[in-house]
């Protein structure tokens, strides 16, 4: 199957930093990007829809402002949590999606620890 | 809005031995897509099996198989001959459009 890898896979950073989590397809073209969420021991939430080229679509209560997300090339999808806070501690996945296939291709995870 | 439930947040089995995990759906749509996916303590995301809405005969992968009776909207997992490598959480998935929606998972530890 296709191969999305993400960087870094651990951050740590302080409160009132910013942090970028890159998520790359490395051997096909990811016409759409997905970005996660999940908690301990529960399950995925969708926090964003991005399309290449084009303004991320949200989910509802997701602050727009706080997770800034890029998708500027078809094999690259960034998400920035700008001015982290110790609740947005997380682990944050993403996943590629090609218009030809039903599937979605998911990254090893980010896990974000804020202090 | 599509939601997924799965009703078993644990479950155990024996090596060797058959588990079942359930999964209902509900959604007003027609053409759609079921998954299934593991999440070992790695937490990639690892696809086990999926199922287009619009095929009657229920998918079948090696150990892997599902139980898919739309018009009860249900999708279970079966796995046979349990292996220790099985033990991970498991999600059920529903993609109608581009998006998957998860249930809540169900955590399966396969014990020697």
């Not at chain 1, 970028?20 to 016409?31: H, P, Y």
Request: some cysteine; overall charge neutral; proline content about 4%.
């Amino acid at each position: 199957g296709a191969v999305v890898s993400q960087h870094p896979s651990w951050v740590i950073c302080k409160s009132g930093t910013s942090v970028k989590i890159e998520c790359r397809s490395l051997d096909f073209q990811a016409t759409t990007m997905f970005w996660y969420r999940q908690f301990p021991k529960q399950s995925l939430m969708l926090m964003a829809t991005s399309n290449e080229g084009s303004k991320a679509t949200y989910e509802q209560g997701v602050e727009k402002d706080k997770f800034l997300i890029n998708h500027a090339s078809l094999t690259l999808s960034t998400l920035t949590v700008t001015s982290a806070h110790p609740e947005d501690s997380s682990f944050y996945i993403c996943s590629a999606g090609g218009g030809f296939s039903y599937e979605q291709y998911f990254g090893p995870g980010t896990r974000l620890t804020v202090t | 809005a599509q939601t997924v439930t799965q009703s078993q947040p644990e479950m155990s089995v024996q090596e060797a031995e058959t588990v079942t995990l359930s999964c209902t759906y509900d959604t007003s749509e027609s053409n759609y897509y079921l998954f299934w996916y593991k999440q070992p303590p790695s937490r990639q995301m690892i696809l086990v099996i999926r199922q287009e809405a619009y095929k009657q005969q229920n998918a079948t992968e090696n150990r892997f198989s599902v139980n898919f009776q739309k018009a009860a909207k249900s999708f279970s997992l079966k796995i046979s001959d349990s292996q220790l490598g099985d033990t991970a959480m498991y999600f059920c998935a529903f993609r109608g459009g581009s998006r998957l929606t998860f249930g809540e998972g169900t955590q399966l530890t396969v014990n020697p």
